[in-house]
């Protein structure tokens, strides 16, 4: 007994143990910077970066894009009742707030837009990144979970988390689906586009271009974020929805209807600009738009609806093609470029500062033993 206290009484050793590791007698290398392996170093970046910079520019120029404003002159009022009074939807909606106004914008595509094509609105001044609007949202909810009043609803969705009876004390109040600030705002503008053909004898004929509203968001999003409940009964549409969230598809489809809505999910997902695009609809690739869109003239026919001008925003139709590297973005070529051509051109000043004040290594080592007592 009196051994086995001696033994526990002894003091434990901090000291590592006495292996390489951790005595920290393991081999190292340590680079010595030296003219002779840092001027190359910025000439091979250079060399590197700047040909893989062009290629990145050219691809990305490679991509068609059109962009189409409709914010304000463009967008006229195509309706007699309303032209009469306004000049533009615009001005229509800011007097109008809930209503919609049509018009209608020509616009012309010099060369063909070959392959696939994607539509896109865009949206500046929207700050989705705003930290209450992101959080503003009740993922159970949308992950299908029962929610029989508004205050079971993610606090965050206030004040949109749904309808109170001030007449009643207490009201638990019927919920709002979805809840929350994002779906509250949810882009509902209507875009569709045709082709203009020559004129006839009757004017210019116009071929519609079937739009497909399927397969534009995240698979991951749709797969694992949002599903639908057995039933949206005991709920209402936000404040600013025209139509309850069962019905958000245009053409009825049940799997693209509620929570599983394509549109809603895309929006769902908050830009982290305050100028962002999102994509609307993918081309179809039937009849005479087989190999993408052909040059010509088309018209973008609009369900003007949403209202951008009272926080100084502007709204725009985007069609692109893509590549390899995505969308059309020059920026990373830039990027590349830039930093190549400023590599080199530090390897260079380097070199001329080497060739007129440098010394070699060997002399700059017996230099210090020279000078040096020990």
């Not at 012309?108 to 539509?119: C, E, K, P, Q, R």
């Not at 004040?159 to 979805?178: E, L, T, V």
Request: proline share 7%; hydrophobic share 35%; charged share 15%.
């Amino acid at each position: 007994m009196e051994s086995s206290s001696s033994t526990d009484d002894k003091p434990k050793s901090r000291r590592p143990k006495d292996t390489r590791f951790k005595q920290q007698k393991l081999p190292a290398w340590q680079p010595i910077m030296t003219a002779g392996t840092v001027l190359p170093a910025f000439v091979a970046i250079g060399v590197v970066f700047i040909p893989l910079g062009v290629a990145l520019l050219i691809t990305s120029n490679s991509v068609q894009e059109i962009v189409v404003d409709y914010t304000l002159e463009d967008c006229r009022p195509s309706g007699q009742n309303i032209s009469r009074n306004y000049s533009t939807c615009a001005a229509f909606l800011e007097q109008n707030v809930g209503q919609i106004c049509n018009c209608v914008i020509e616009f012309t595509l010099d060369s063909d837009f070959l392959g696939d094509v994607y539509m896109y609105y865009g949206l500046t001044n929207f700050y989705q990144n705003h930290r209450r609007y992101v959080r503003s949202r009740d993922d159970e909810q949308l992950l299908g979970m029962y929610k029989p009043t508004a205050n079971s609803l993610n606090g965050d969705c206030a004040p949109y988390r749904g309808f109170y009876n001030s007449s009643i004390p207490g009201d638990a109040g019927i919920p709002y689906a979805p809840c929350g600030a994002i779906a509250n705002s949810l882009f509902n503008d209507t875009l569709t586009i045709s082709l203009v053909n020559g004129s006839t004898v009757n004017g210019s004929t116009t071929h519609p271009v079937t739009l497909i509203n399927t397969g534009i968001a995240w698979s991951t999003d749709v797969n694992s974020k949002f599903k639908n409940p057995d039933s949206f009964a005991g709920t209402l549409p936000p404040p600013y929805w025209s139509k309850p969230v069962d019905q958000l598809d245009p053409n009825s489809n049940k799997t693209n209807n509620g929570y599983e809505n394509e549109d809603l999910i895309v929006w769902m997902r908050t830009a982290a600009l305050p100028t962002f695009r999102k994509l609307y609809r993918r081309i179809s690739r039937t009849g005479q738009f087989a190999q993408g869109l052909p040059a010509g003239t088309y018209q973008l026919q609009i369900s003007y609806a949403y209202p951008v001008t009272p926080f100084g925003g502007k709204k725009q139709m985007i069609l692109t093609t893509t590549s390899w590297l995505g969308g059309k973005n020059p920026f990373l070529g830039i990027a590349y470029i830039v930093v190549g051509s400023i590599s080199i051109l530090i390897g260079v000043t380097f070199f001329v500062v080497h060739l007129k004040w440098g010394h070699r290594p060997i002399d700059v080592i017996h230099d210090i033993n020279r000078r040096t007592a020990y």
